[in-house]
């Protein structure tokens, strides 16, 4: 994998990244933490091909053998990335009621300040949506999480306190189209406006076919 840097200290190689509710003390959360801001900033600066294990490890001021405990490769570190963000997408959300007078009309709100905020920081973006797509079975649980963040998001624009089957599908198609329109505005093959058009209308074909008759 790009940027993965060779060094004994792989153990955790094909195994997820190690999960913040299984680091004990304040220090190892505190590392955590250093570890995924480095990786944020050399992604913000460069994008995805900045983030280069030894780097993060050198600006998170942590030795190369303790990032791999922590983060098997930079997927991992840049999922875990992504995750971050939207835990504090979804925070914000909380804090004020979403505009809008129906589901589609909130989801929609939801998915264009998103997608704004990720725009403002065109490398970071390309980064953390590139390592997503890129994700194998070894980075499962990560990418799991980040679905997770999603869907919550999702639920709470639209007013769902217990999704049923059919709205979880409805929420991982909304996803992967959000997913793939990111990838297509940071490959320049989509601009800004593009993929708000895009999105309005899979949420209404989604949400309210009638209206795109």
């Known amino acids: 994998m790009a940027g993965k840097s060779k060094a004994p200290a792989q153990s955790r190689t094909g195994m997820g990244a190690l999960p913040s509710d299984e680091l004990g003390s304040a220090a190892q959360r505190d590392r955590r933490r250093r570890i995924i801001d480095a990786t944020l900033a050399l992604a913000s600066k460069g994008g995805y091909d900045a983030v280069q294990m030894r780097a993060v490890a050198e600006r998170a001021e942590v030795a190369l053998g303790t990032l791999y405990r922590y983060f098997p490769s930079k997927i991992h570190l840049l999922v875990s990335g992504l995750a971050r963000e939207f835990e504090r997408a979804r925070e914000k959300l909380d804090r004020s009621a979403i505009p809008g007078e129906t589901p589609s009309e909130r989801l929609i709100f939801v998915l264009n300040r998103n997608t704004r905020t990720m725009q403002r920081d065109p490398h970071l973006t390309e980064a953390m949506v590139r390592a997503f ?81």
């Open 133 to 213: 797509m890129f994700a194998d079975t070894s980075a499962a649980a990560e990418v799991e999480q980040v679905g997770k963040l999603m869907e919550d998001m999702f639920a709470k624009a639209m007013r769902i306190e217990e999704p049923t089957e059919h709205d979880r599908d409805v929420f991982h198609l909304i996803a992967d189209v959000w997913m793939a329109n990111l990838v297509a505005w940071v490959t320049r093959r989509a601009s800004a406006a593009d993929v708000a058009n895009r999105l309005e209308l899979s949420v209404h074909l989604l949400l309210d076919p009638s209206k795109t008759e």
